[in-house]
């Protein structure tokens, strides 16, 4: 049995209001492991063994009115190693407000093993706007308060407050989280959310050899106005939905920049390594937010779709 407890409601700390809602866990047949973080790595994500004790993963994402090419990315793209700093948020090389969270775009990735515990504190940092984050793809059935719909399942979260969400990880499969308010999605707030089982209860684990973080794809289509200006536009003055580019993994080929030589420099491109010969599953997420569906193909390469939805599929080999 799951049930929640109300341990602490808006108490102080720091001068942050923090609402607190626990479940009961009913651990008498599992142990949970709590680990303390001591740099940027998650033990969280680890290789889901059968059986093994689930572990409870905390993050903390705060969400945050940016800007893309912002001070923090000194000199990109001209010097494109800039493009990567911390807190640089480069998008399309077009400069506009976004949402960042923690400063970047998209914002971190979530990597547990099934039936893990998610334990994460989303910190309202917006100055004047509600915010609530859904984690697409879980059904929170046992976690109805967590499901981050706004007005329906919880309040949305107030500026300069902490919401913290907590739920049990039950949906293997490629997910993601977002801000469920307004059109914060589009302007940048969300991130991946990928729930693995161990190996033996993957139907597709023979077609992969590799599946990496670094294979994630994640898509959004990017305008140069905010999302709310876009939707507007779209939706009462027969503006044009189709994007005027296409993010993937928060960076895009758009804004045209000179260098010394006048020659044509853009923002870098998502790159994804891979050796010949070997088999890699990429998960991709399509955060867009007006155009739906979009065509994903690598040139000279085919694609094996083992998985929709959060579902694994009967193999479909894709077709040029
Ligand atoms: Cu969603």
């Known amino acids: 049995m799951v049930g929640f407890n109300v341990i602490n409601i808006n108490c102080t700390r720091n001068n942050i209001k923090i609402l607190v809602l626990i479940p009961e866990i009913d651990n008498s047949t599992e142990t949970h ?8 790595s998650n033990p969280c994500a680890r290789t889901c063994v059968q059986n093994s004790p689930p572990m409870i993963c905390r993050y903390q994402l705060k969400l945050e009115w940016y800007h893309t090419l912002s001070k923090a990315c000194y000199d990109c793209p001209f010097n494109s190693s800039d493009c990567f700093r911390p807190d640089c948020v480069p998008g399309d090389g077009y400069k506009r407000p976004v ?21 994460a504190d989303v910190t309202n ?32 979260i107030l500026p300069h407050n902490t919401f913290r969400y907590t739920f049990k990880a039950e949906q293997t499969g490629t997910h993601f989280w977002h801000s469920h308010l307004g059109m914060q999605r589009a302007d940048g707030a969300f991130g991946a959310l990928i729930v693995r089982g161990p190996e033996e209860e993957d139907p597709h684990f023979q077609f992969y050899d590799y599946d990496l973080l670094s294979h ?3 898509i959004l289509d990017w305008e140069k106005e905010t999302g709310m200006e876009k939707f507007l536009a779209h939706h009462h003055n027969n503006d044009e939905n189709k994007p005027t580019t296409i993010l993937v993994n928060g960076l895009g080929r758009f804004t045209e920049f000179y260098d010394e030589n006048n020659e044509t420099i853009y ?6 390594t891979v050796e010949q010969g070997y088999r890699y599953r990429f998960r991709v997420i399509n955060a867009g937010f007006l155009n739906c569906p979009i065509e994903v193909s690598v040139d000279d390469h085919t694609l094996k779709v083992i998985s929709s939805d959060g579902s694994d599929i009967v193999p479909v080999e894709g077709k040029k």
């Open 33 to 40: 492991l709590e680990y303390v973080l001591l740099n940027n």
């Open 99 to 119: 949402i960042a969270v923690n400063r970047r775009m998209p914002g971190p990735l979530i990597e547990v093993c099934q039936g893990d515990i998610i334990v």
């Open 125 to 156: 940092m917006l100055g004047s706007e509600g915010t609530t984050v859904h984690w697409h793809g879980q059904h929170q059935r046992n976690y109805p308060y967590m499901d981050g719909v706004p007005y329906v399942t919880q309040c949305p």
């Open 216 to 218: 994630v794809i994640m």
């Open 267 to 272: 923002i870098p491109t998502a790159r994804f």
